[in-house]
């Protein structure tokens, strides 16, 4: 389930296990504008333990839900994640923590209603916000990691001319920056897959084991599609 509230049908073209699952929305109203990740629970601890290296920094609550805080030795990296029963919503600032204050008013004009099947999440209305943008990221085992855009953005990353027939749909190859097109191989393109409701953008893991039919023939099979909320 997207922030939204609409629902990712996603189907894959074999059984390789899914290792992660990141939602990405991003807020704006005025001069306001906040991107947030949302991942399971553990996603706060695993992030500063193996992502950012942050130190634990603060810890309180809003609205009944933990909010936690960490940062960086060198004081450039902030990230400070609300703690819900199955996920958690994190959001990342450049520099020192802000205020208690100022996480508490960020955090405190949300609306959150918790899922098993995903977070949805937007801004109060009084405050006038809107959603400008929701993906979600989906890491494969050995495959790769597919990024789907929300309903309202997969009609923006679509091009305009007819792609290369799949057994769902459409798919675009585009080459990656800084790929030498006389050497190229299946790892140096992005991947566009688009169907009737809804597109995915596809990276290749550089270290697959699977060979290039293999790995093409799985993009292939790919399908996103959404059901509105």
Request: no cysteine; net charge positive; proline share 7%.
């Amino acid at each position: 389930m997207a922030p939204g509230g609409d629902r990712l049908a996603l189907r894959l073209a074999d059984d390789a296990p899914v290792r992660a699952v990141a939602t990405n929305v991003r807020f704006v109203g005025g001069a306001y504008s906040r991107g947030f990740q949302i991942g399971s629970r553990g996603y706060h601890d695993f992030v500063r333990t193996h992502v950012i290296k942050a130190a634990p920094t603060d810890r309180f609550v809003v609205k009944g839900r933990e909010v936690a805080v960490a940062a960086t030795s060198d004081g450039h990296t902030t990230m400070v994640t609300l703690k819900e029963r199955y996920h958690e919503l994190m959001t990342v600032f450049t520099g020192p923590p802000p205020s208690r204050t100022t996480l508490i008013g960020l955090f405190g004009t949300l609306e959150i209603q918790d899922h098993p099947r995903g977070m949805r999440v937007r801004p109060e209305r009084f405050t006038q916000g809107d959603t400008a943008l929701e993906q979600m990221a989906v890491t494969v085992a050995d495959r790769g990691t597919i990024v789907v855009p929300g309903p309202r953005q997969a009609g923006r990353v679509v091009p305009k001319h007819r792609g290369k027939p799949t057994r769902h749909g459409e798919l675009w190859r585009v080459p990656l920056p800084g790929r030498a097109a006389d050497s190229a191989s299946e790892h140096d393109y992005l991947y566009l897959v688009a169907g009737a409701k809804g597109a995915a953008e596809v990276r290749i893991d550089p270290w697959s084991q699977l060979d290039a039919a293999d790995l093409l023939n799985w993009v292939d099979g790919l399908d996103a599609a959404w059901t509105a909320a």
